[in-house]
């Protein structure tokens, strides 16, 4: 490729992740305007595969080279506040599956973590790792909408995952992290597609074989990243 089109092409890579900043505008649009909230996390899901796909693209593309100008990891980060905290977090605390004051104080502590979170130098790891819990409010919000375990529950499940923000658990990149990485693929890639499914056509009422299924990968995902914790500390102790 031509080093002109190589500008495009890393240019193009940087267009691509923004896209996230319209799908995002977009989903609350849906949700605050027209009341669908189907559509607006349909939405949201959208921006996570674009954040799933877009390193790959950026490293690929060699935007770093090409591209220099434009800080792709702050845009990055930018559309992965608004789309895994800021949103989720409105969403908790509008649709009404907590009451309204237990809902706003954990919304507001929602948007501070992420925020604090976002803005360490040290959330991710040089062997790819995130180091307290990822931010995943995205997903912890649709599950407790379609749960609708009461107010207590939810605000308890919040204000947990909340404190696990500090706490400096290595939690795996399914995708990037290289230990566990294939039993992390076979896992998470057909939960993945399911969820899509489940989202897009069962909204209103996913099946309880999915909701089985969505617990095992949960398990799994917490305890992968605790056995390769415990594993990292033995090896700095040595």
Request: hydrophobic content about 50%; charged content about 10%; some cysteine.
């Amino acid at each position: 490729m031509s080093k002109t089109g190589s500008k495009i092409a890393a240019n193009g890579v940087h267009l691509f992740t923004g896209s996230g900043l319209v799908l995002a505008i977009i989903a609350m649009y849906n949700y605050a305007d027209k009341n669908n909230l189907h559509i607006a996390c349909i939405l949201l899901l959208l921006t996570t595969i674009i954040d799933a796909a877009d390193g790959t693209l950026a490293r690929k593309f060699r935007v770093k080279e090409f591209a220099p100008n434009v800080d792709g990891a702050l845009l990055d980060n930018i559309i992965d506040f608004l789309t895994y905290a800021f949103i989720p977090a409105y969403f908790i605390m509008s649709t009404g599956i907590m009451d309204k004051m237990p809902a706003i104080i954990a919304s507001s502590i929602i948007v501070l973590v992420s925020g604090y979170q976002f803005c360490q130098t040290n959330a991710k790891t040089d062997d790819h790792y995130f180091v307290g819990f990822p931010s995943y409010w995205n997903i912890t919000f649709i599950f407790l909408y379609w749960l609708q375990l009461g107010s207590l529950i939810s605000f308890l499940i919040i204000i947990l995952l909340a404190v696990s923000v500090f706490i400096p658990v290595r939690y795996i990149y399914p995708s990037r992290t290289k230990p566990l990485m294939i039993p992390s693929l076979i896992i998470t890639i057909p939960w993945g597609l399911v969820f899509l499914y489940t989202l897009i056509f069962e909204f209103s009422q996913p099946s309880k074989w999915f909701m089985y299924y969505s617990l095992f990968t949960i398990v799994y995902y917490y305890a992968a990243s605790l056995y390769l914790n415990f594993k990292y500390k033995l090896m700095r102790q040595k």
